[in-house]
């Protein structure tokens, strides 16, 4: 699954090519090729062979060991420049992907800022046998279009998840802490609530005849799930256990059985939020009950999907969604754990599915709709090892996340979904120092002196955190990158904080262009309804992308010129030192087949 996520920036193909200097750039093959037809023609073989088997030794020699061979090309500043012009090409083979999107993925990575991008893509790298790391791409890295989300709220400067939940699922901005309420609203007050209630695109597109879908790896009740189908100040009152004496307000688990019975599939944790005191977990190894003051609201799922008429499923554990039959099952709650599900470093696979998983068999459901689905997918413990300065832990659930991400975009068509990837808010992670290429990203920074203190640091710190000490542990004999480590902070606190920095927009499929540029963090979900159709862009209206189809490129003819000969005339050595690792790996290759035709 590694291979899927993290794809290497250059296959041993393109190596190859760049090798060669095909791709109408010619830049010290030739001097090459004629030394290597030489030598095999001295040994009596055909030209056209030698040709041949250049071309096929050289591809064959890189995939042997491509690592390798990209890493001592690396020097040559005709390389860099090829990989430049490669990625222009491509860049200018796009075009604005138009039409409407019949199904729309979101992908919502919680805590998931620039900077845990980059430390996840170097992780998953490195984890790749033979790779430094900082070279490869995670799934969505790939995806044509990227864009910044600005993520401050209305009232405070650095967002919640409560708040941006509401954002980028509603389009429009609110205050900390609140689920599913404008900012007339007031945290914690049940009474202000009233009347300010905004919908979020799950409900759009329930409302243009389109089937529905949350996964998350946090309780199904938690701020990023519970933005999407609840109405509520405050967003801890999960439970009515959690609620105020003679609250008015429902608790967000009972919004969303009670209010939200057309949501086809809803799969994450937070068992106990639904079963009452008096009950056991259904899990026979587990002796935790219920938090439920009153109400068994699983059993009152069940009553309603019956009376619906609709088939259904209950699963608490992987066994049990296994057996689950997708194609005839309208309805699926599976809840695989008591609170949120575990961080995929710790995840038992025979209890609790992945991210990825739950993906799929999530789209295997929605898309019998001939309509088309919307889907939400959180990454959820991303945020909270990062809360927990454990940075191996939230740098693990990046990497399942991508590979949520991949399994969606094979599963689906591009022609007609929207995929998605982003963030809600920033941490305050940082990559520091200036080690060597392919220092663990986990590791201690190499070279790590100029210290003050004459100690080593890791490469990745927190701003703030439990993890505060002074003086400052040595780390001289400890495991960093253990995943029970704790990243040193510079502020003690008891939780580290979120960071207020623009987080990434990633898109592909129809209308993705748009989010091209710095928006908004609400600005996400008005594309999404104007690519389906949905919404303030509902078909009858006639104003989303069916009814739009300008083409909003140009269409010109860009010609690329090759890669700059300036860098050979002022490297009069280059053809030479470039040679010679490729005339070893000629005569490494083409030796025993010219010892079978002596």
Wanted: proline residues 5%; glycine residues 8%; contains cysteine.
């Amino acid at each position: 699954m590694e291979t899927d996520r993290l794809q290497d920036s250059f296959s041993a193909e393109d190596d190859a090519e760049r090798i060669l200097g095909s791709r109408n750039r010619r830049f010290a093959a030739k001097p090459c090729g004629k030394r290597c037809c030489i030598t095999v023609t001295m040994l009596g073989g055909v030209m056209t062979l030698v040709v041949v088997g250049i071309l096929m030794g050289v591809a064959a020699g890189v995939a042997l060991n491509p690592p390798e061979t990209q890493y001592r090309l690396e020097k040559e500043p005709v390389y860099w420049r090829n990989v430049a012009h490669d990625e222009l090409q491509e860049t200018l083979g796009q075009r604005n992907p138009l039409g409407v999107a019949k199904n729309v993925i979101l992908f919502l990575g919680d805590g998931m800022g620039p900077t845990t991008v980059t430390a996840a893509r170097i992780l998953g790298g490195q984890k790749m046998k033979g790779r430094k790391g900082e070279e490869v791409k995670l799934s969505f890295d790939k995806f044509p279009f990227t864009g910044l989300s600005r993520t401050y709220n209305v009232d405070t400067q650095v967002t919640d998840s409560a708040a941006s939940g509401t954002a980028y699922l509603t389009g429009v901005k609110t205050n900390q802490g609140m689920l599913g309420l404008s900012a007339h609203a007031t945290r914690a007050d049940c009474e202000s609530s009233h009347g300010h209630d905004v919908h979020s695109i799950l409900q759009w597109s329930l409302e243009a005849g389109k089937s529905v879908g949350v996964v998350t790896t946090t309780r199904v009740t938690h701020a990023t799930p519970g933005a999407s189908y609840s109405h509520t100040p405050e967003r801890n009152w999960e439970a009515d256990s959690d609620m105020p004496e003679n609250s008015k307000c429902l608790d967000i688990a009972a919004q969303l059985v009670k209010n939200n019975p057309n949501i086809s599939v809803i799969m994450g944790g937070g068992r106990s939020n639904f079963y009452t005191t008096q009950q056991n977990d259904p899990d026979p190894s587990s002796t935790a009950k219920g938090r439920r003051i009153n109400t068994d609201l699983i059993q009152m799922w069940k009553d309603t999907q019956t009376k619906a008429g609709l088939s259904h499923s209950f699963v608490y554990d992987k066994e049990g969604l296994d057996r689950v039959d997708l194609m005839t099952t309208d309805r699926l709650l599976g809840l695989f754990n008591n609170t949120h599900m575990a961080y995929e470093v710790d995840r038992d696979p025979s209890k609790e599915p992945s991210i990825a998983e739950m993906t799929e068999k999530a789209i295997q459901i929605l898309r019998k709709n001939e309509k088309g689905f919307f889907l939400l997918v959180e990454g959820g413990p991303i945020d909270h090892g990062h809360h927990a300065t454990q940075a191996s832990r939230a740098l693990h659930d990046v990497l399942s996340m991508a590979d949520a991400v991949d399994i969606a975009t094979r599963v689906t068509k591009k022609e007609d979904t929207l995929v998605v990837v982003t963030a809600d808010h920033s941490h305050t992670m940082t990559i520091a120092g200036y080690s060597h290429r392919g220092n663990p990203i986990l590791g201690v920074a190499n070279p790590s002196n100029n210290t003050l203190d004459e100690m080593p640091y890791t490469t990745l710190l927190y701003g703030n955190g439990i993890s505060y000490t002074s003086p400052r542990q040595n780390l001289t004999d400890v495991d960093t990158e253990d995943s029970n480590y704790h990243q040193q902070s510079a502020v003690p606190m008891e939780m580290e904080t979120h960071g207020g920095e623009d987080v990434a927009i990633y898109a592909t499929g129809p209308q993705s262009f748009l989010y091209t540029g710095v928006h908004e963090q609400n600005y996400i979900p008005i594309v999404m309804a104007y690519a389906s159709c949905v919404g303030d862009f509902a078909e009858d209206k006639q104003n989303c992308a069916r009814f739009h189809t300008y083409v909003t490129e140009t269409n010109i003819n860009v010609n690329v010129p090759p890669a700059p000969s300036q860098a050979q005339t002022q490297d009069p050595n280059f053809a030479t030192r470039l040679e010679q690792p490729l005339l070893l790996l000629c005569l490494a290759l083409l030796t025993p087949i010219v010892a079978k035709l002596m």
